[in-house]
């Protein structure tokens, strides 16, 4: 079972609908990552977080400890948000980041 | 802004060359990294570096080497490139978490990528 999971592994939406993209992870985590790979591959970071909810535009990320699950929300979507969007975890003292295996977001106009 | 560039977008290898593909970043950063991507498979650790010299095999070392001599690069080689090797290459960096002006929890900027094609 890999450490960090992702769901759905591709989602396809209509220019405007709410889109929701879920991390749920087994380790212990100091934070969570989510990332935008646009086609062509270059990454960015979205959102950093180690509780609550952090809101950047039309993006927002909350994670819940205890449950060990964080979600991704987009509002308002727009084609040119689609893009690969991968969760990945760090856990204290490593200087490593365990990734999930990417969610594929298509945003027809 | 921190900026990660990588020597190559495409390259095309034959088997058995050797490859090397080159990572500068330029925020002073410490911690560098290497990914390969494939598909349903995500992003893997070949590499990462701590500081200059210094090297820690990731989750698939094998078939590659790295070498750190400055701070600023941290080159990625494969000694024998074979079909298996084909694949998106992408490089990070970062500061060490707690440092002071790093940024907390651990933030990686990543290059471009390379997609590299072992024929």
């Known amino acids: 079972k890999n450490e960090v999971e992702q769901s759905p592994q591709n989602l396809t939406a209509q220019e405007g609908e709410f889109i929701t993209i879920n991390c749920s992870y087994s380790v212990g985590i100091s934070a969570l990552h989510w990332l935008q790979q646009h086609p062509g591959g270059g990454i960015v970071s979205l959102f950093m977080?180690?509780?609550g909810k952090k809101k950047h535009g039309r993006l927002i990320a909350t994670i819940n400890i205890q449950e060990k699950h964080s979600s991704l929300h987009i509002t308002a979507s727009h084609p040119r948000d689609s893009a690969v969007y991968i969760c990945a975890v760090s856990q204290g003292g490593s200087e490593k980041l365990v990734f999930g295996k990417g969610t594929k977001l298509t945003v027809n106009p | 802004d921190v900026k990660v560039t990588q020597s190559s977008r495409y390259l095309v290898k034959r088997t058995g060359e050797k490859v090397f593909l080159e990572c500068v970043q330029d925020?002073?950063?410490?911690?560098m990294f290497w990914y390969r991507q494939d598909p349903g498979l995500g992003l893997r650790l070949i590499y990462f570096s701590y500081d200059v010299k210094m090297k820690e095999k990731g989750d698939i070392p094998e078939g590659y080497s790295v070498s750190r001599e400055k701070k600023e690069r941290f080159s990625l080689i494969l000694e024998s490139a074979s079909t298996n090797q084909t694949s998106m290459y992408l490089c990070a960096s970062r500061m060490p978490p707690g440092v002071v002006g790093g940024g907390s929890y651990n933030e990686q900027f990543f290059g471009p990528g390379t997609r590299l094609t072992v024929l």
């Open positions: 925020m002073d950063h410490e911690n």
């Open positions: 977080l180690s509780s």
